[in-house]
């Protein structure tokens, strides 16, 4: 069992991974996916493939692309998290989430991939070592970029 299912209301996490499209997103969902967050937003807002309401779900619709863990190596262990994040980040410049609400999308970035991490670690020292340290990288990542937008 994948540990972001504790963060899935509904759905299965399944990408495809391409190059670059012409729309400049290298991940698209093939399925349909809901996701409870810890974000509010201002107002329901819905687009063609995802939508945020206000007991703070996203529902993601089969089609949703994004552009994978910008800043650090696309890996399976950020995936789940860099879309979910994805879609913080345009409701953000959208005017949907305010500043705090973008601060908690890091911090559920940053849970999402220690908590992938850890699940992979399965005993191993240098796993549990690096399962430690990588999501205090991306955490770094993120909010030196959050801090510029």
């Known amino acids: 069992m994948r540990v972001y299912s504790k963060r899935l209301v509904s759905g299965k996490f399944l990408y495809s991974s391409m190059p670059k499209?012409?729309?400049?997103?290298?991940y698209t969902l093939l399925g349909e996916m809901t996701v409870r967050t810890d974000i509010k937003p201002i107002q329901e807002y819905q687009e063609q493939f995802f939508s945020i309401l206000m007991d703070k779900t996203i529902h993601f619709k089969s089609g949703y692309s994004w552009d994978g863990a910008?800043?650090?190596t696309d890996h399976d262990s950020i995936m789940f998290g860099s879309c979910v994040h994805d879609a913080c980040c345009q409701l953000y410049h959208r005017g949907i989430i305010l500043k705090d609400g973008r601060v908690k999308a890091d911090t559920l970035l940053f849970e999402i991939v220690k908590n992938e991490m850890k699940?992979?670690?399965?005993?191993h020292f240098w796993k549990k070592i690096w399962a430690n340290i990588w999501p205090e990288l991306v955490?770094?990542?993120v909010r030196s970029?959050?801090?510029?937008q």
């Open 21 to 26: 499209m012409k729309n400049g997103w290298k």
């Open 139 to 141: 955490w770094v990542a």
């Open 145 to 148: 970029y959050s801090i510029t």
């Open 119 to 123: 699940a992979r670690a399965n005993g």
């Open 70 to 72: 910008s800043g650090c």
